[in-house]
């Protein structure tokens, strides 16, 4: 059975919460319980305040992350992790397959730079990393645009949840598009770094 990180702050298990009120409780709890507090007191008591403030900072660091929230509470519910998660959710194929390409692309021309030996072969490439930085910007546009809608469908989720409609597969497929979601920003953020320092 895996730890329930709402019950360490007395949350009800839902698929969406409120941020605020999550770091004001997590500060609350930390500060009373945060080793400095403890640092002259018994063994026991120092251990248990140690262990206490990790599972509050790992329960904090689950809640607060929409990702890892639906997982846990996926699992909190059925008992089990869901099956299948490398499937890409309905919706999302358009942009799984832009990022795929693009990623191909950025990688073949900074191949190509870090291969330039000259200042003008690299000036040569100066137009196709331009274009590509626009592209770049455009899909992580969309990529925001995703994330936006995907707060919709959890707040719709979250309302369906609280009226008793614990809709399994609903958050299974929120789950997987915040999963692909974060792969995908990834997978951009790091080509944009090796754009903007040629590594």
């Not at 009373?32 to 900072?57: G, I, W």
């Not at 770049?136 to 707040?155: S, Y």
């Not at 809709?167 to 974060?182: F, G, I, P, Q």
Request: with cysteine; glycine share 6%.
């Amino acid at each position: 059975m895996i730890d329930n990180p709402f019950a360490l702050f007395d949350l009800e298990p839902g698929p969406a919460l409120d941020t605020a009120g999550l770091k004001e409780r997590f500060s609350r709890a930390t500060s009373e319980s945060h080793p400095d507090k403890f640092a002259s007191a018994p063994e026991a008591d120092r251990l248990a305040a140690e262990t206490r403030y990790s599972a509050l900072n790992r329960a904090y660091q689950t809640l607060i992350d929409p990702r890892q929230r639906l997982l846990t509470l996926y699992e909190l519910t059925k008992g089990e992790k869901p099956r299948d998660v490398q499937r890409i959710p309905p919706g999302p194929m358009d942009l799984f397959i832009e990022v795929g390409q693009l990623c191909q692309h950025l990688d073949k021309f900074l191949e190509r730079k870090r291969g330039a030996s000259g200042a003008l072969e690299r000036a040569e490439l100066t137009s196709e990393e331009l274009t590509l930085q626009d592209q770049l910007t455009t899909l992580r546009g969309k990529l925001e645009q995703l994330g936006v809608t995907l707060e919709t469908d959890l707040a719709a989720l979250q309302s369906r949840w609280q009226s008793g409609e614990k809709d399994l597969n609903a958050l299974e497929t929120v789950y997987r598009k915040y999963s692909y979601l974060a792969r995908w920003q990834q997978q951009l953020e790091e080509r944009e770094i090796a754009l903007l320092t040629g590594e």
